[in-house]
């Protein structure tokens, strides 16, 4: 009781000194708004909160800015867009890498841009969008729409799917050796690393993740992040911001590491939105190596593994293993 009480006390000070934050928020998701942390920032290294104007001020002297998150979540891409209008504001014209673009959507993005370079609305058509898995692209298009309305440069910046099969085929000596020699990527994983990888890797497929496929499916999560970071390097722009799923944007082995590799002594800032959940009341409870969290209420309460359950264990009983 004591250690939640703790807890609880700073927590409580702090949102009654920053409440401007949560005043005329319109969640889009439904789930935890009356959560405690919802629509908070927190500085991870200083321990406390921040007024969203200052986390803007403060990233408007990072030269790479790295926005991570749920990928179904409406309201990360709004806040993603609002940082961007933000850092626009402050006078900063980054370039804007998304994850969801491949170095292949390139030259159609190029394009679609020459004939339309202010307006977003077809770009996700121009790269055939629809069929790429990720969610509509009507959730990433104001982001785009701000960096054009403001003559931005659009980055496309993952791995390619050729690419991404042959890495997960060979590992990374699939790619380019200049870049391994540039990034360091020849060098083996430490073993907790690699553990660390391989157990993500598990819980994202809900424990039916090929243990003889981890380690392809390690080596193509290295070469994307290395790649993103290649991309967002060699931008033209005043620096960059990367729009991408938060696992991405970790500071312990994510874009950031590489960021840093190419760039040494540029400064690489990282925001992560999280989905409160209900029994975690304290920011503590939400560790994740970044800068900076930014809580949201949740998109989708049901968990996915629970959803997909029955197509998971088919898709095991096919490949005549247990994958866990």
Known sequence: MRRTTALLVPLLVALAACASLRQGLAWQSAHG???PL???VWDVAGRRFLGAETLVGRLARDRFVLLGEKHDNPDHHRLQAWVLDGLIAAGRRPAIGFEMFTVDDGPRIARYLAASPRSAVGLGDAVDWSRSGWPAWTLYQPIADRALAAGLAIVATNLGPTSTRAVARQGIR?????LVERL???RPLDAATRGEMAAEIREGHCGYAREEMLD???AVQRARDAQMAERLATAAGDGAVLIAGSGHVRKDRGVPTFLTALRPGARVASVAFVEVRPDAPAPEAYAMPVDYLWFTPRFDP???CERFR???ERL???QGGTGR
């Open 216 to 218: 392809g499916m390690i």
């Open 316 to 318: 095991r009983e096919r």
């Open 38 to 40: 919802t629509g908070w």
């Open 310 to 312: 029955k197509p998971l």
């Open 302 to 304: 049901v968990d996915p």
């Open 184 to 186: 360091g990527l020849g």
């Open 174 to 178: 699939a790619l380019d050796p200049a």
């Open 33 to 35: 708004r009356d959560h």
